[in-house]
C-alpha cells in the first residue's frame, strides 16, 4: 500500500507569496493517478488537479501541479485570500482504492 | 443542479448499525463508480469505499473490512454504506464522492456536503 507524506503540515504565507506544497510517496506511483484537493472549515473537498498536473474545471490558473515517480508537489502562484485552506494528495491504485496524505494547512500569516 | 447529498448520519451507540444514503441529481449516476470518505474531527480524509458504475467492483478499506457494505441502486440514483459494529474509531463526516470519468482508478469531480456519524456511549 502506498504511503504519502505530506510537507509541511502548516505553510504560513502572505497574499500574493507563493506556496509550493509536496506530498511523497512510499514508493513509485504513475502520476496519472495523482491527484490534488483543497478543503476549506466546514466544506467537502474540490478537486483542484488530476493526473498530477491537469487542473480540473474552472481551477485558476494560478495553481499548479507538478511532479512524477515519488515526488509531487502542488504550487499556487501570488497566493489569494480565498486560498487560505488544507490541501490534500491523494492516490488511486489499480484496484480503485485511495490513499490519502495527511494534509497541508495554508494559513495566513 | 448537480449534486451529492448524503443523509442516515446521527448519534448512534458502539456496536450498532447505520445505514448512510447519497441521493445523486444532475448527471447520469449509473455510468460512475461511486466511494466513500470519511473525514473525523479536525483529522485528514480516509478512503472508506469504492464500488464501479454496475455494482461488479467492489474494494474497502481494511478498518471497514467485513463491517461495512457498499452498494447503490441505479434505478434510485442512490448510493448507500451500510455500517455495522460500529466503534469510536468510526466517528466522522462520511461524504459520498462520484470518481471522474474514464477508468477504473481516477480523482473525485463531485462531493457530497457529508454527514455526520457519531458513535459515543
Known amino acids: 500500500e502506498v504511503v504519502l507524506t505530506q510537507s509541511p503540515g502548516t505553510l504560513s504565507l502572505s497574499p500574493g507569496e507563493r506556496a509550493t506544497l509536496s506530498c511523497r510517496a512510499s514508493q513509485s506511483v504513475s502520476s496519472t493517478y495523482l491527484a490534488w484537493y483543497q478543503q476549506k472549515p466546514g466544506q467537502a473537498p474540490r478537486l483542484l488537479i488530476y493526473?498530477?498536473?491537469s487542473r480540473a474545471t474552472g481551477i485558476p490558473d494560478r495553481f499548479s501541479g507538478s511532479g512524477s515517480g515519488t515526488d509531487f508537489s502542488l504550487t499556487i502562484n501570488r497566493v489569494e485570500p480565498e486560498d487560505f485552506a488544507v490541501y490534500h494528495c491523494q492516490h488511486s491504485d489499480a484496484s480503485a482504492s485511495w490513499t490519502f496524505g495527511q494534509g497541508t494547512k495554508v494559513e495566513m500569516k | 443542479q448537480v449534486q451529492l447529498v448524503e443523509s442516515g448520519g446521527g448519534v448512534v451507540q458502539p456496536g450498532t448499525s447505520l445505514r448512510l444514503s447519497c441521493a445523486a441529481s444532475?448527471?447520469?449516476?449509473?455510468?460512475?463508480?461511486m466511494h466513500w470518505v470519511r473525514q473525523a474531527p479536525g483529522k485528514g480524509l480516509e478512503w472508506v469505499a469504492v464500488?464501479?458504475?454496475?455494482?461488479?467492483?467492489?474494494n474497502y478499506a481494511d478498518s471497514v473490512k467485513g463491517r461495512f457494505t457498499i452498494s447503490r441502486d441505479n434505478s434510485k440514483n442512490t448510493l448507500y454504506l451500510q455500517m455495522s459494529s460500529l466503534t469510536t474509531e468510526d466517528s466522522a463526516v462520511y461524504f459520498c464522492v462520484k470518481k471522474a470519468a474514464g477508468g477504473i482508478s481516477g480523482p473525485g469531480d463531485l462531493w457530497g456536503q457529508g454527514t455526520l456519524v457519531t458513535v459515543s456511549a
Open positions: 444532475g448527471f447520469t449516476f449509473s455510468i460512475y463508480g
Open positions: 464500488m464501479s458504475y454496475d455494482g461488479s467492483n467492489i
Open positions: 493526473g498530477a498536473s
